[in-house]
């Protein structure tokens, strides 16, 4: 009789169906166990039961909106992040520095311009967009001001810029 490895996990030959509570709890485990977070101290920062966070990451139960938000405050994330059903349901901790080609995430689309954040969603200091402006796209014909500063490179084609009165034509 062939040894069996006590290492090995059973073979599941039943097909789970889907269940997107599951995923959302296979993130936040991970996430937790990277920030290197039992669940006695997530229960402490959120206010939550252990029991009740356990069942969440377990995929028993799906949580509150207030879980949600109470959760992603406590481990660093936005909601958005937690509760993406386009996520990979996999927690990579480089995730907390960069953001991959493939992984960013499109903000605006709209008047020709298409604006993706480059920065990860946990950094709370500063945002940075990559922003493509077809011919003729325009941020529309009302000024806008927000708070913050911005920097641009023009890396192809040319660009006018606006700044109060004065019109700036930018050049690769």
């Known amino acids: 009789m062939p040894e069996s490895n006590p290492h090995e996990r059973p073979q ?22 990277a920030r290197g977070m039992t669940l006695a101290q997530l229960a402490a920062k959120t206010g939550l039961s252990v029991g009740s966070l356990s069942q969440v990451e377990r995929g028993r139960v799906s949580p509150t909106i207030r879980t949600i938000y109470s959760v992603a405050t406590a481990l660093g994330v936005s909601p958005a ?5 386009e996520s990979t349901g996999r927690y990579a901790p480089d ?17 020709g311009v298409v604006k993706h954040l480059a920065t990860p969603e946990m950094q709370k200091r500063y945002r940075g967009f990559i922003v493509t402006i077809r011919p003729g796209g325009s941020s529309g014909d009302e000024p806008y001001t927000h708070s913050g500063e ?11 810029l606006e700044i109060g009165q004065r019109a700036y034509r930018l050049y690769k």
Do not use: C, H, M
């Not at 992040?81 to 059903?85: K, L, V």
């Open 81 to 85: 992040w937690i509760i993406d059903p």
């Open 12 to 33: 599941n030959t039943v097909k789970q169906p889907f269940d997107p509570a599951n995923g959302l709890g296979v993130r936040l485990k991970e996430l937790r166990r």
């Open 95 to 111: 995730e907390d520095y960069i953001v991959r080609a493939g992984r960013r995430r499109e903000v605006i689309n709209s008047n």
């Open 150 to 160: 911005e920097i641009g490179i023009v890396l192809d084609g040319s660009l006018v």
